[in-house]
């Protein structure tokens, strides 16, 4: 694997969760990381600040609050960068809120994403890496997901927006040459995870005692995947360029690929309740509803291209990653205090200090 030590990275989105990951790792790799992220309030910030905190931080990296929809300061970004490579993570997530949000997806996913493409263009970068998502696959009733299968039919904004993505950049890499590789993520989870992801909901209020609403009555399977498996991938794919013609099954001829990263073992709601259930010691209230306007039923990685150009696929099981995901939301996300008051808002006979306390005990007895 050629090494790129040394050089300078730019990430967007470095305060988000895979950023935030992403950086730490190129960071202990030895390389330089500019990053940006707008600190919006999606969630709440303060979170963001402490992942920059506890991930980032080092004399190797710098960090600039930045809206990708600012034309003018995404320009002054990459003319005074001198980035080896772009990976591009920030996005506006959250496939229900762009049913209702369509213009923040519009400025995020779409205007700042091509910004950045305006950017990589004028500063010459040696790969692109975007963050593409399983949502492109739509309603496709072909398990697991390929990369050649069709993504002409996406059932959400979201979805919309991504799929948009793959295709303007395939127009750049084609246009100006620009060696590109989009990568679709399949349900990441883990430790510093955003709180509105269905395992960190989950987790917490099993904790607090709070109803779990799981759509289509419990019936449906995700292919999750640990965050450091999306990290090593990525990580993997930096150094390895796509040439021109070698997009399969496709009359491509532009130096550009797309890759899923997906841990390849869909788990139905109802094991990664019960896994929650093993690692906390409690018992989920369990409420059966109907399915949602823009989800799927089913997702499955196949991860035959990224391991024919990384060697790599995702290892990670879903009873390891809920167990680092339950010690970490334990012993670092309590402490910080971030828990939304309504949440933590039990009997007088179950203080929130005796919940930690219960909660801690059975993680260290399991």
Not at 140 to 150: C, G, L, M, T, Y
Not at 257 to 268: A, H, M, S, Y
Not at 279 to 303: F, H, I, K, N
Request: proline share 6%.
């Amino acid at each position: 694997m050629k090494v790129i030590n040394d050089k300078r990275i730019l990430v967007t989105g470095a305060a988000g969760f895979i950023g935030a990951h992403l950086a730490r790792r190129l960071l202990a790799d030895g390389f330089e990381v500019v990053g940006v992220d707008n600190l919006n309030n999606y969630y709440d910030p303060r979170l963001k600040d402490a992942r920059l905190r506890k991930l980032c931080m080092g004399p190797r990296f710098w960090f600039f609050p930045l809206d990708l929809a600012d034309r003018s300061r995404v320009e002054s970004l990459f003319h005074n960068g001198d980035f080896e490579a772009v990976v591009h993570l920030a996005a506006q997530p959250g496939i229900r809120r762009s049913i209702s949000n369509p213009e923040e997806y519009v400025a995020s996913n779409l205007v700042g994403f091509v910004n950045v493409l305006e950017g990589v263009r004028a500063c010459s970068c040696r790969h692109f890496i975007f963050a593409s998502s399983s949502s492109v696959y739509g309603s496709n009733n072909k398990i697991p997901f390929a990369e050649e299968d069709s993504t002409d039919f996406p059932v959400s904004l979201y979805a919309a927006t991504k799929k948009s993505n793959e295709v303007l950049a395939h127009a750049y890499s084609h246009l100006f040459q620009i060696p590109t590789t989009g990568l679709r993520f399949f349900t990441v989870y883990g430790p510093w995870g955003r709180p509105d992801m269905a395992i960190f909901k989950f987790v917490e209020a099993v904790m607090f005692g709070r109803a779990i609403e799981l759509y289509n009555f419990g019936r449906l399977r995700r292919d999750f995947t640990y965050v450091d498996d999306i990290v090593e991938g990525i990580v993997r794919v930096l150094p390895l360029l796509p040439e021109s013609g070698h997009a399969r099954g496709s009359g491509s001829m532009a130096p550009m690929r797309l890759c899923n990263i997906g841990n390849q073992r869909p788990v139905e709601l109802s094991h990664l309740i019960h896994t929650i259930e093993l690692c906390l010691g409690r018992t989920a209230d369990v409420r059966l509803v109907p399915m949602q306007p823009g989800d799927v039923y089913e997702t499955q990685a196949s991860v035959d291209r990224l391991r024919e150009v990384t060697e790599y696929s995702p290892r990670v099981s879903i009873e390891e990653g809920i167990r680092k995901f339950v010690d970490w939301y334990i012993y670092e996300y309590l402490p910080l205090g971030l828990v939304d008051s309504s949440l933590s808002e039990l009997p007088p006979s179950m203080p929130v200090a005796s919940v930690y306390s219960d909660i801690v005990s059975a993680v260290r007895e399991g």
